[in-house]
């Protein structure tokens, strides 16, 4: 996959094209919905490629090795890409979202807190913000993550484990979380409150924003129209993104009203949470080496 995918990255600066990389849920699958961002950068000379990725950590090995321009992930995958050595950025964020990931189990069970997963299979996504989630919530209840056995497995692939009870819980975000609570009426034993941010990041390789600044402050311009008129109208941006992403509306309401609002620049507040996440991370041997997460972000005026 890397090699078919640093092919693309080759032709990078002929082809005046902004590569985006987008999840199935968020604000940069809204843009692409709305459409407003391609007559604005086709207005400075650019067209606009979409790639859709599961969760963050392959969308950031596309920046990686340079298939994509830029993209969102949940605050986790960049902490994992900077230890393995990607010219990524974080270039902005989103608040806190603590109801927008949670710890899932099935309807029926007997699992009635994070402490009774200890001798258990949880499914998660490998370096995602659910697995953060995850392990901060097993330190908190007292169980060593060595406790529980993690199935690491992409969100389409957890929901089928989940639901077939090959796993006996579940770690995720939304809209797979809304979606699980409404179709199986999944339980929760945790969601991220008290526990981690559950920060949203949008990123951008280190040569698009040395090349390309002005591209990419256009970018964050349509973002910030876009988060606007979805925290005003929650059931319009339903109905426009149900098609798109094959949820219900009452599933995506669900989901967004537990999202949050107002895309900032990076501060240090966020770089401080982000380095708590860099130490857990490495204290656990879950990424090879130590990062300094200031080293990477693009602070509000540069």
């Known amino acids: 996959m890397s090699t078919a995918l640093a092919g693309v990255g080759a032709s990078y600066g002929q082809d005046k094209v902004v590569r985006i990389g987008y999840q ?5 699958v809204l843009l692409k919905s709305k459409g407003t961002l391609e007559p604005k950068l086709k207005a400075l000379g650019y067209d606009v490629k979409w790639t859709e ?20 992930t949940g605050e986790t995958p960049p902490v994992f890409a900077q230890a393995a050595g990607a010219p990524i950025r974080y270039v902005a964020y989103e608040p806190p979202a603590q109801k927008g990931e949670a710890i899932l189990v099935q ?4 699992l009635k807190s994070v402490a009774d997963l200890k001798g258990r299979k949880v499914a998660v996504a490998k370096g995602s913000n659910a697995h953060y989630l995850l392990v901060k919530a097993l330190e ?10 993690p199935v690491y497995l992409a969100p389409a692939d957890a929901r089928a484990a ?12 939304d809209p797979y979380q809304s979606a699980a609570e409404t179709t199986l009426g999944a339980k929760t034993l945790t969601d991220a409150t008290g526990l981690v941010p559950n920060t949203q990041f949008y990123l951008s390789s280190q040569k698009f924003i040395e090349t390309e600044p002005k591209v990419l402050d256009a970018v964050l311009d349509e973002l910030r129209g876009v988060d606007a008129w979805a925290q005003a109208d929650i059931h319009a941006v339903a109905e426009q993104l149900s098609p798109a992403v094959g949820l219900p509306v009452p599933v ?8 949050s609002y107002g895309i900032k620049p990076i501060d240090d507040q966020v770089l401080v949470d982000q380095q708590k996440l860099a130490d857990t991370l490495y204290q656990l041997k879950l990424i090879p080496k130590a990062v300094r997460v200031s080293d990477i972000a693009r602070k509000s005026g540069s």
């Open 24 to 28: 199935k849920y968020g604000k940069l």
């Open 252 to 259: 995506l309401e669900v989901a967004l009203k537990r999202q």
């Open 107 to 110: 309807k029926d069970s007997q």
């Open 140 to 149: 908190k209840a007292g169980v060593n993550y060595e406790d529980i056995t």
């Open 162 to 173: 989940f639901e077939t009870g090959a796993v006996d819980a579940w770690s995720i975000w």
């Open 53 to 72: 990725f599961q969760f963050g950590p392959p969308l950031l090995e596309a920046i990686n090795v340079g298939a994509i321009d830029f993209g969102n």
